[in-house]
């Protein structure tokens, strides 16, 4: 691949393809405009005393602004660090610890849950916050909260060589973007790639999908997400625009798939697709311009949704936050069945092998084992953590996925399960350790073991068996609303059972037995989908314990 970086893609764009760009439910912008608004950005950034391999924090809902601060970071060598918007403070504290945060870009939707680690603030971590909505600022350029509007003068003010200079100094193999992850391990761990393994997958999504300067490329999933993240590159790199839902919701989703004719989707989960082909307007909505859908799911559900949307070739795809997100992606040119029933070859600038997991011996096609992957769009490495990225990354350059895969005869790859004690709810990686770690914390919890249980809307979920302390008592909803409010919603355990032992295997407790206990309970109850989960609204008290 040639050294190209992220802001020499973007540059390119505006003057080649100028009658294509970017749209968000709060803005439009061509590519000409987004280039001259991303440089004025990076003389903010400037400003405020960012540098070349700073990291610099996003925690806004998906807006202009989500690609705006990230190009702008990208085009003077800061590393951008986005933030999950859903999020709690002590999950959010962790991430501004870990990744050594200095300027934060948010709005004031997010001051509630970020009080404490504000500046100024007792125990405060951060030294500059942009809160891009704000009228006031409290504390200068180098430390304290800006508003907008001083953001904007700063930039006004500040002579453009600086961030020239660094642009011209930026390298391919430069850190661009940390994205946080949940492995096995019970804390998030953040996968830096570099301006080079950006670039590869975006130009190899592109090739791929034979995106053109008539395509419009629509997803809805968020820009902390490595999948937002991927689509945009793949439509600056393809010529295309870059279409997003903003903050999810099916009604807006289909509104917008329609009236910018979108011609070219990434829902990707059945969480997010199945709300859209179930909205009462879609029978009556024009979707003639969609050629081609990526989702992921089991092959009964690509079936029906394929069903759903004839006209359109839908596509399934395999990868993770280590991979950049697409590794392999099916072929519009596969008939329908294969399509359905597989994620297709590695992309162009990737190789994939499935091997036994003990002995690192590849398998035959048709045996299951695990998925291993080498190539542009693998990570660096793991932030602060060299140990979990020599354990991961072999010495020839193989990352060891945890994933179990199939492969067909033609190379074709199928997910099957994850072989590591992590859960998938929704399409968020969910580590047990880390609820289990949580959960631990209350103080009537003794020994905590969690496990996913089957769930017709998020594919599973958690559910939590807790061995109380001698002397103490507890109810499943109190340990539910312990959670609730205190972690990400996607990470509370929906079921608490109480046990008295534990299915052992020599000193292991034998999580496969939980798992068919939870799930020969909840097929006997005839119970498929877990409660909603809705978490309070932050408190004085939240604030003060942050």
Known sequence: MPDLTVPDLLTARAADTPGQGVVFPDGRAGYPELAAQVERVARGLWAIGVRPGDPV???????????????????????????????????????ISDAQLRVLVTTSAFEPVLRGHLPGADGAQLGTVVVTDRGTDAGGLLGGLLGGSTFDAAAAGTD?????????????DDPNLMLYTSG?????????????????????????LQLTPDDRF??????????????????????????HVG?????????????????????????????????????????????????????????????????????????????????????????AEVRATTSGQPLRHMEAMVVDPETGVEVAPGVPGEFRFRGGSRLSHYHRDPELTAHRIDESGWFASGDQVVADDHGRLRF????????????????????????SEHPAAGIVAVVGAPDARYGEVAAAFVQLRRGSVATEQELIEFCLGAVATYKVPRYVRFVDEWPMSGTKVQKFRLRALITEELSHRGITEAPRMIPPPITAADQSTA
């Open 57 to 95: 924090g996003l925690l806004l809902h998906g807006g202009l602004d989500c690609l705006r601060f990230w190009l702008a970071a990208s085009s003077i060598g800061a590393v951008t660090v986005p933030l999950n918007v859903r999020l709690r403070s002590r999950e959010i504290a962790y991430v």
């Open 160 to 172: 453009p060589a600086g961030p020239a200079g660094a642009r011209a100094a930026l390298r391919a």
């Open 184 to 208: 096995t391990t019970s804390r998030p761990r953040g996968c830096v790639h570099t301006h080079r393994s950006l670039v590869a997958e975006g130009e190899a999504v592109a090739d791929r």
């Open 218 to 243: 629509w997803t809805p999933l968020p820009m902390f997400h490595c999948g937002g993240f991927d689509v945009a590159l793949a439509a600056v790199a393809g010529h295309c625009g870059f279409v």
């Open 247 to 335: 903050t999810f919701d099916p009604g807006r989703a289909l509104r917008q798939l329609v009236d910018e004719r979108c011609t070219v989707g990434f829902p990707a989960f059945e969480t997010i697709w199945l709300p859209v082909l179930e909205h009462p307007d879609f029978a009556g909505a024009d979707l003639s311009a969609l050629r081609m859908v990526i989702n992921i799911g089991s092959p009964e559900r690509m079936r029906s949704m394929q069903a759903r949307l004839p006209h359109a070739v839908q596509l399934s795809c395999l990868g993770m936050t280590e991979s950049f997100g697409f590794c392999c992606v099916g072929s519009p040119d596969d008939p």
């Open 416 to 439: 099957l399960t994850r072989l590591g004690d992590i859960l998938k709810v929704g399409g968020e990686n969910v580590a047990a350790a880390e609820i289990e770690g949580f959960l």
